[in-house]
């Protein structure tokens, strides 16, 4: 747990802000946040996890922010590579296909992972979030306020005056 949080529920509430950043930033309307729970004890092996998913139907996303073994908080680059997938599939909606003789469902085809890609390009560029990026362990503590301020002010005016 980062020093600068004292409990889950602040690092958790903090996540939180991060997605509706990202959301406002990334112009898509209309999701909501989840912690993902259910994920009490260290898995087994890191590979082949789920770090998220989403409903398409009531537009909640699921992020888990943990990491698998220890269950301490993740960096917030890679949770928010997690919420820029996640999103990605609201923009780039799964379709069916017919393929070697059946339907398939295609949610992780080409076009989704260059949205990714995109999603991930606009988060770096963006003021506050981009510090999240490529930062050393370190020094993500001392940006978390900063982040939070700045986040906090730019949500309070940047809401109202949009369509
Ligand atoms: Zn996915």
């Given at each position: 747990m980062s020093l600068l949080f004292r409990t889950h529920e602040e690092f958790e509430i903090f996540c939180g802000q991060l997605f509706h950043l990202a959301c406002d930033r990334l112009k898509i309307r209309g999701l909501s946040f989840k912690i993902m729970t259910g994920r009490q004890k260290p898995v087994k092996?890191?590979?082949?996890?789920?770090l998220g998913y989403t409903s398409l139907k009531t537009g909640a996303v699921t992020i888990?922010?943990?990491?698998?073994?220890?269950r301490k908080p993740k960096s917030f680059a890679s949770i928010l590579r997690t919420i820029a997938h996640e999103i990605a599939h609201h923009q780039k909606k799964p379709y069916r296909q017919f393929y070697r003789g059946r339907w398939i469902i295609r949610k992780h085809y080409p076009a989704f992972y260059h949205r990714v890609n995109k999603n991930i390009t606009q988060l770096k560029k963006d003021v506050i979030l981009g510090?999240?990026?490529?930062?050393?362990n370190k020094k993500r503590e001392l940006l978390t306020t900063d982040a939070s301020a700045g986040f906090l002010d730019s949500s309070s005016d940047k809401r109202l005056g949009k369509d």
């Open positions: 092996s890191i590979n082949n996890i789920t888990d922010v943990y990491t698998p073994k220890n510090q999240y990026f490529n930062t050393p």
